[in-house]
């Protein structure tokens, strides 16, 4: 048990454990420093800040630096800060398997992980990789660019309340070092459309029971010139400071 061990990243995300993302950013940063890994054992894309309090949350301890946790990244966090008292220098969430950028940040468990270490005091970040249908995968790459990130925001000072959000665009080449543009998120929302997948009868006269899906295309999402979306979906790494003081 990492019992107030002291690490130089812990991990956490919100597409589980096993994601590529995860696992291509964890075997990078090995080369950087230690690393502690905590994350959820399923899929957690888009529960926000949601944390457990009415259920257990079970851990499964796989390694010695290595837990999967029946949570939200925000669990993920918590438990491992206050359960195992890990102490990382910093904490980094994802990569996650598609951008987080603009209002994306309120639905992201990926961010509400960056934004729960940020609570609990601790330097983080989220990272997010933009993707595109019609573009290759790249895992080991966009960890690479991650810590390339990492590496160039690290030194610029956080106030107390404040934590980072990256996301990382598609580009034709394989160059590791991209162009950091520093971008507040787009406050235009999605459009969002949904269509009829099935019928499934009607109960009653007044009553019928519908199947729906999300239909909203990502890549034609409202984009405003020096804003986070505009910026990635110009090629260009983009970093936010966000905080969660109110005001």
């Not at 601790?122 to 966009?142: E, G, N, T």
Request: charged fraction near 20%; aromatic fraction near 8%; glycine fraction near 6%.
């Amino acid at each position: 048990m990492l019992s107030g061990i002291q690490v130089d990243f812990l991990l956490t995300n919100d597409d589980g454990i096993d994601a590529d993302g995860l696992q291509a950013l964890y075997k990078g940063l090995a080369k950087v420093g230690t690393v502690a890994l905590v994350a959820p054992h399923t899929v957690r894309s888009c529960c926000s800040h949601a944390v457990t309090t009415a259920e257990a949350i079970e851990l499964q301890q796989l390694s010695t630096h290595s837990w999967r946790v029946t949570g939200t990244p925000a669990d993920c966090v918590r438990v491992a800060l206050k359960h195992l008292r890990i102490r990382p220098k910093w904490i980094l969430s994802g990569v996650n398997e598609g951008g987080n950028l603009g209002v994306d940040i309120h639905y992201s468990g990926t961010v509400a992980g960056a934004r729960e270490a940020a609570l609990l005091g601790f330097r983080s970040m989220a990272i997010s990789q933009y993707l595109r249908r019609d573009k290759p995968r790249d895992w080991d790459l966009s960890a690479q660019r991650a810590i390339e990130a990492w590496k160039n925001l690290q030194s610029i000072e956080l106030h107390k309340s404040q934590f980072w959000n990256v996301n990382l665009p598609v580009v034709d080449h394989d160059q590791v070092q991209l162009p950091i543009v520093h971008a507040q998120p787009e406050p235009q929302m999605l459009t969002y459309e949904f269509g009829l997948v099935d019928d499934t009868g009607i109960q009653d006269a007044n009553n019928q029971t519908q199947t729906i899906k999300y239909l909203s295309n990502y890549q034609q999402r409202p984009r405003t010139e020096s804003f986070d979306v505009q910026a990635c979906f110009s090629g260009n790494i983009t970093a936010s400071r966000l905080s969660f003081s109110i005001p």
